[in-house]
């Protein structure tokens, strides 16, 4: 392709786009939609996904050992412990530990300085390998004996792991509908464009023009159409992500849930955009262009 | 150079349209192609051009094979060819140099090319002042020689004119077989397929009259023995 056919191409499919200025803007409009709908819920995805790794590093099982045990008994429980599955680590805290813990975190409550480590227990701070299995590890430590009381915080790590596999069933089903959906519509407006131009097409054709030659303008049409899509997708994600940020932050019940940073983020999202809006847009232009190059 | 050889044509609805047509046109030649309504004339048109496949026997139009001929070679044998439609199907919102544009950079033809043949063709046509028109501002006859200039644009070694009067008063009928005539004087092979017996007998150029699918007479002349039924 010489560089004058380069500028002829561009300049016909953005011609292209401007004569069919209705289509060309409902066509960019169902690529923002679906980018955005598709761009939302992976961000919540990858959200939530971040809150069950910062949950998994930060985890903690705390398994408290029978009051009748010694301090020598409780420390030899740290291997059944360990050996139990999904158990990454099991950290051993004294009764008198424990108590120094305590008063260290409430340092200003004058009433727990003189606490007596006898009313605390020995315990297991345990970590675990996946936070899915959390239920299960409890389960297991429990059946440990010597362990009278085992404390995790099912419900959150529950919670977000619940949140996350929605997120990704959502996402992934969404992806595939609203794929099919902009490139069928895409598909339809590059196919008016090329209905509108049958008769060119069709001389084209007469005077020896190859496939290709004819085919590139819809493709640069569809192009243009899924790139302007794309951006503009980006752009409303991006102010979309600062607003709900600003407004997790600002909350007074979510503020406990850290968002990650869109700066972090932007280049997956930018690239991820644009290479699905330009599949949008040349697939569509090319599965419209397809029935009018066979005579 | 063309050549028909038995050719048959019958379409997927059972017609028979040409029934074991053999034609042979040399380079440089002009001829008329005649025939009542329903002849088999558009079909001969049609195959000439690859637009549809013979049932039997075989085509040479230009050095290429059109009876097998492969979808990379079809557009390579149409440069070959200039067609002359009718009712002129020029595209209106481009400007008469844009149509010829157009057509010259559907070969891969450049800038430079353009700019050096658009003006010699439509010189040659008498439309040098009309550049820059729209076609809906030319008269009928000025628009058929734009069609024509299209068909030249690409320096083809033969031209098509299907009917190409048929949308034209007389005078303008005679200017335009004329033009024909000289741009078939400057070495084209000329095809031009009407109904017209005047226009037909005005020119004392090869005559081949079809009819029910077969070529019925073949000769220098005036239109003979054709049985003219209305436009074809």
Same mark, same amino acid.
């Given at each position: 392709?010489?560089?004058?056919?380069?500028?002829?191409?561009?300049?016909?499919?953005?011609?292209?786009?401007?004569?069919?200025?209705?289509?060309?803007?409902?066509?960019?409009?169902?690529?923002?939609?679906?980018?955005?709908?598709?761009?939302?819920?992976?961000?919540?995805?990858?959200?939530?996904?971040?809150?069950?790794?910062?949950?998994?590093?930060?985890?903690?099982?705390?398994?408290?050992?029978?009051?009748?045990?010694?301090?020598?008994?409780?420390?030899?429980?740290?291997?059944?412990?360990?050996?139990?599955?999904?158990?990454?680590?099991?950290?051993?805290?004294?009764?008198?530990?424990?108590?120094?813990?305590?008063?260290?975190?409430?340092?200003?409550?004058?009433?727990?300085?003189?606490?007596?480590?006898?009313?605390?227990?020995?315990?297991?701070?345990?970590?675990?390998?996946?936070?899915?299995?959390?239920?299960?590890?409890?389960?297991?430590?429990?059946?440990?004996?010597?362990?009278?009381?085992?404390?995790?915080?099912?419900?959150?790590?529950?919670?977000?792991?619940?949140?996350?596999?929605?997120?990704?069933?959502?996402?992934?089903?969404?992806?595939?509908?609203?794929?099919?959906?902009?490139?069928?519509?895409?598909?339809?407006?590059?196919?008016?464009?090329?209905?509108?131009?049958?008769?060119?097409?069709?001389?084209?054709?007469?005077?020896?023009?190859?496939?290709?030659?004819?085919?590139?303008?819809?493709?640069?049409?569809?192009?243009?159409?899924?790139?302007?899509?794309?951006?503009?997708?980006?752009?409303?994600?991006?102010?979309?992500?600062?607003?709900?940020?600003?407004?997790?932050?600002?909350?007074?019940?979510?503020?406990?849930?850290?968002?990650?940073?869109?700066?972090?983020?932007?280049?997956?999202?930018?690239?991820?955009?644009?290479?699905?809006?330009?599949?949008?847009?040349?697939?569509?232009?090319?599965?419209?262009?397809?029935?009018?190059?066979?005579? | 150079?063309?050549?028909?050889?038995?050719?048959?044509?019958?379409?997927?609805?059972?017609?028979?349209?040409?029934?074991?047509?053999?034609?042979?046109?040399?380079? &440089?030649?002009?001829?008329?192609?005649?025939?009542?309504?329903?002849?088999?004339?558009?079909?001969?048109?049609?195959?000439?051009? &690859?637009?549809?496949?013979?049932?039997?026997?075989?085509?040479?139009?230009?050095?290429?094979?059109?009876?097998?001929?492969?979808?990379?070679?079809?557009?390579?044998?149409?440069?070959?060819?200039?067609?002359?439609?009718?009712?002129?199907?020029?595209?209106?919102?481009?400007?008469?140099?844009?149509?010829?544009?157009?057509?010259?950079?559907?070969?891969?033809? &450049?800038?430079?090319?353009?700019?050096?043949?658009?003006?010699?063709?439509?010189?040659?046509? &008498?439309?040098?002042?009309?550049?820059?028109?729209?076609?809906?501002?030319?008269?009928?006859?000025?628009?058929?020689?734009?069609?024509?200039?299209?068909?030249?644009?690409?320096?083809?070694?033969?031209?098509?004119?299907?009917?190409?009067?048929?949308?034209?008063?007389?005078?303008?009928?005679?200017?335009?077989?004329?033009?024909?005539?000289?741009?078939?004087?400057?070495?084209?092979?000329?095809?031009?397929?009407?109904?017209?017996?005047?226009?037909?007998?005005?020119?004392?150029?090869?005559?081949?009259?079809?009819?029910?699918?077969?070529?019925?007479?073949?000769?220098?002349?005036?239109?003979?023995?054709?049985?003219?039924?209305?436009?074809?």
């Amino acid at each position: 392709m010489g560089k004058h056919n380069f500028r002829y191409f561009f300049r016909e499919g953005v011609s292209n786009m401007f004569s069919h200025g209705f289509m060309s803007f409902a066509a960019i409009g169902i690529t923002v939609a679906c980018l955005l709908i598709m761009g939302t819920f992976t961000l919540v995805a990858v959200n939530a996904n971040q809150q069950l790794k910062d949950m998994e590093k930060d985890n903690e099982i705390l398994a408290y050992v029978d009051e009748s045990y010694t301090t020598e008994q409780a420390r030899m429980l740290q291997k059944t412990i360990e050996a139990q599955t999904n158990v990454s680590s099991a950290t051993f805290i004294s009764r008198e530990q424990a108590t120094e813990n305590f008063q260290e975190k409430y340092a200003n409550e004058s009433v727990f300085q003189d606490l007596d480590p006898e009313i605390f227990r020995d315990r297991y701070a345990i970590k675990t390998v996946d936070i899915q299995k959390t239920g299960d590890t409890v389960k297991a430590i429990e059946n440990v004996a010597g362990i009278v009381k085992v404390n995790a915080y099912e419900e959150i790590s529950d919670g977000l792991i619940t949140v996350r596999n929605i997120a990704t069933v959502v996402c992934v089903t969404l992806i595939v509908v609203l794929l099919v959906v902009s490139v069928f519509i895409i598909s339809n407006t590059i196919k008016l464009t090329t209905f509108d131009r049958r008769e060119e097409i069709a001389i084209m054709r007469m005077v020896g023009a190859t496939n290709g030659f004819i085919r590139w303008p819809f493709v640069y049409e569809g192009f243009m159409l899924g790139f302007t899509g794309a951006v503009i997708a980006f752009l409303l994600q991006w102010t979309l992500y600062e607003a709900v940020t600003k407004g997790v932050e600002s909350s007074d019940t979510l503020q406990l849930i850290s968002v990650v940073n869109f700066g972090d983020l932007w280049i997956p999202v930018a690239v991820t955009f644009l290479v699905a809006g330009i599949v949008i847009g040349v697939g569509g232009s090319l599965s419209a262009i397809r029935r009018f190059l066979q005579v | 150079m063309i050549r028909l050889k038995d050719v048959e044509m019958e379409y997927d609805n059972g017609t028979q349209a040409i029934r074991g047509i053999t034609l042979a046109i040399e380079d &440089g030649e002009f001829i008329f192609l005649v025939g009542p309504s329903g002849a088999g004339k558009s079909t001969i048109i049609k195959l000439l051009t &690859g637009e549809v496949e013979p049932s039997r026997g075989r085509i040479m139009i230009n050095g290429f094979s059109v009876s097998n001929i492969s979808d990379k070679q079809l557009p390579l044998m149409r440069r070959t060819v200039g067609i002359i439609f009718q009712d002129f199907r020029l595209i209106e919102k481009k400007t008469v140099y844009d149509n010829l544009a157009f057509v010259m950079r559907a070969v891969g033809a &450049g800038e430079k090319e353009l700019r050096k043949r658009i003006p010699y063709v439509l010189k040659l046509v &008498g439309l040098e002042k009309k550049a820059t028109h729209y076609p809906t501002e030319l008269s009928g006859g000025e628009q058929q020689r734009v069609a024509i200039a299209r068909a030249l644009v690409n320096n083809p070694t033969t031209i098509i004119a299907d009917e190409p009067t048929g949308n034209l008063d007389p005078e303008r009928s005679l200017e335009l077989m004329r033009l024909l005539v000289k741009i078939n004087s400057l070495g084209t092979t000329v095809v031009v397929v009407t109904h017209e017996k005047d226009l037909v007998d005005r020119f004392e150029k090869r005559v081949v009259t079809i009819d029910g699918g077969r070529i019925v007479n073949d000769s220098v002349g005036g239109y003979v023995g054709g049985h003219i039924h209305g436009k074809a």
